[in-house]
């Protein structure tokens, strides 16, 4: 099977007509003036001009109508056909973390809208490295995992520092009022509760998962992790009272610790769980048996109706986000490359962020605040 990257070159040959090319060279003449003897013939002359003008404009628009916009014809969409539509500008934000290539800094977080407009580089600037005391003392820091505040207006992220140590941290959309919330916080990805008053996260500490209080407090196991593979990727059911994640396949335990349970027992290693924005569905990565690439497979909430979204030769794809309605997929793989995605498994363009940027690690997708 074609490789969806080599599908999205193949679009820069395609060339599209400018359907009203034509109808811009069709510009009103200069007005000129009349003896006054042939106002009446010229009157007349000019309301059947008028009418014309009506009808070829109408032929126009018609024509335009038909060019631009086909009629439905019930097929599927197919990848090469919908690759060429940039994303809506209504998707909301995306927030991840990103490095100049060529610079001998870390990685830093980067905000842009879906289409590639916006972007934004939040931290590395002097005045988030300014507010935090480390920095002088480590000297070199990285930061990944953003994850949204509900209201979309504050971006959370851990900062790893030079020897190992890593921070909690927030910072505003606008890239003001950078704060430290939890130090030595030993996190991994994180992801900010619908409620507003906790995050989860991948702990390094013991590769389980934990919670922690917005501010930082009162952290806590969400589920003793005795053996087996890590608990990683958290992700919040809507009303906050559920938290899914992976550990070999896809579990889910309530907020408070308790019922832990395997949702859906798989063939293949689970490495990524995303549950849709409704609660209605369950997007996550597998592992395929060489080893060497991964699947996007999405599944009812209740762990039925198992099925595939990417091909097996398609590309190693470890990470996936929903769009904030549900109606797309975003997913990464291990070489930065991000392509959205309908959940039947077509594509809708890549992530281009501007040129000479990457993008690493997970990406967060959230709506832009009013």
């Avoid at 200069?30 to 009446?40: H, I, K, T």
């Avoid at 077509?346 to 993008?359: R, Y």
């Amino acid at each position: 099977m074609t490789d969806i990257h080599d599908r999205f070159r193949s679009l820069d040959d395609l060339d599209v007509p400018d359907v009203y090319a034509r109808a811009r060279t069709l510009g009103p003449k200069e007005p000129q003036e009349l003896p006054a003897s042939a106002a009446r013939r010229v009157g007349v002359i000019l309301l059947a001009t008028v009418v014309a003008a009506a009808g070829f404009g109408l032929l126009l628009r018609a024509r335009g109508t038909d060019d631009r916009a086909p009629a439905a014809t019930g097929a599927t969409p197919t990848a090469t056909a919908t690759a060429s539509v940039a994303p809506a500008t209504s998707d909301g934000l995306l927030a991840f973390a990103a490095q100049l290539r060529g610079s001998t800094t870390g990685l830093v977080i980067a905000v842009m809208r879906s289409d590639g407009t916006g972007f934004r580089q939040l931290t590395g600037l002097p005045a988030d490295h300014q507010a935090d005391p480390q920095i002088a003392r480590f000297s070199f820091a990285s930061d990944d995992s953003p994850s949204f505040s509900p209201d979309g207006r504050t971006i959370a992220f851990v900062r790893r520092y030079t020897e190992g140590i890593n921070s909690l941290c927030m910072i505003d959309l606008d890239g003001s009022n950078f704060r430290v919330v939890k130090r030595d916080a030993q996190m991994g990805e994180i992801a900010w509760s619908p409620d507003g008053r906790t995050i989860a996260f991948y702990s390094e500490q013991d590769g389980g998962i934990h919670v922690v209080d917005v501010d930082g407090t009162n952290e806590r196991v969400l589920w003793q992790r005795t053996g087996g593979p890590n608990q990683d990727s958290p992700s919040w059911s809507p009303d906050s009272s559920r938290i899914y994640y992976a550990s070999g396949d896809v579990w889910v335990a309530n907020a408070d610790g308790s019922g832990s349970r395997v949702l859906a027992d798989l063939p293949r290693h689970v490495g990524w769980v995303a549950l849709s924005p409704d609660g209605s569905a369950i997007a996550f990565s597998e592992q395929e048996s060489d080893g060497n690439s991964g699947a996007i497979w999405l599944m009812d909430a209740d762990g039925s109706n198992v099925r595939r979204v990417t091909d097996a030769t398609s590309g190693n794809w470890y990470t996936v986000t929903w769009s904030p309605d549900g109606s797309r997929l975003l997913i990464e793989d291990d070489r930065g490359t991000a392509v959205f995605m309908n959940p039947d498994g077509t594509s809708t363009g890549p992530l281009t962020p501007p040129d000479g940027w990457s993008v690493s690690g997970p990406i967060a997708w959230s709506v832009q605040p009013a």
